[in-house]
């Protein structure tokens, strides 16, 4: 993934716990760089070894971290450096999750090497709709669940549910979630 990433989860560590702790989380992950180029692509392996040496060190399970990693995103490093790619997703929530499928073509415009999910919506109601999320990549579904709640946060629409309702697998290609506002 972009170095755009893991200078994130960098973010998150030295913001909750300190830049002691990160030191420390590099270490157990084996990651040797002093920086990350937020333009570069880095091994998603590196990315997936920084969450799993922060949940060790930390004792918080890896699905709280990547959670809690979702909303950082949206309300830190989305809103801090891609303000302008946010607003243009929609005035609210339920606007935004409805073009949520054409969001990452924008993305790629800044990252053409992305490797985005890719979204569906159905069963839109006033109150609720169902996400559909297609991925190459494994175990992001909490993830996608801090994202959307931190976008109830930043549209101030507070998300009253989020749940994986169908996993991919056999009778599946993709994650399902019920989001309710
Ligand atoms: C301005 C805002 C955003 C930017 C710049 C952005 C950019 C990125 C980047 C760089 C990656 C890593 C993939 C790669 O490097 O190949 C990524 C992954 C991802 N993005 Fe976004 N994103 C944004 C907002 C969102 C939002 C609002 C959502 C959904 C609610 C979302 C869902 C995801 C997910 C789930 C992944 C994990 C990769 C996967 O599932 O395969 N992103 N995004």
Not at 7 to 14: G, H, Y
Not at 140 to 167: D, E, H, M, S, W
Request: net charge negative; aromatic share 10%.
């Amino acid at each position: 993934m972009y170095g755009m990433v893991n200078k994130a989860v960098e973010d998150m560590v030295c913001a909750m716990h300190g830049e002691a702790m990160w030191e420390q989380v590099k270490n157990l992950a084996g990651v040797n760089e002093d920086v990350f180029i937020s333009n570069e692509a880095y091994p998603d392996q590196m990315t997936y070894h920084l969450v799993g040496a922060a949940s060790k060190l930390s004792g918080t399970p890896p699905a709280e971290i990547l959670e809690a990693f979702g909303e950082h995103w949206v309300l830190k490093t989305a809103a801090e450096g891609y303000g302008d790619l946010l607003d243009a997703g929609g005035k609210s929530l339920a606007e935004f999750l409805i073009n949520l499928p054409d969001f990452h073509a924008r993305v790629s415009m800044i990252f053409p090497r992305l490797q985005p999910p890719r979204f569906q919506v159905s069963h839109v109601t006033g109150q609720s709709l169902h996400l559909h999320y297609h991925t190459h990549r494994t175990g992001l579904q909490p993830f996608v669940i801090g994202l959307v709640k931190g976008l109830g946060q930043r549209f101030r629409t507070p998300v009253k549910n989020v749940r994986l309702i169908q996993a991919a697998g056999p009778e599946a290609d993709h994650d399902t979630f019920l989001i309710e506002w």
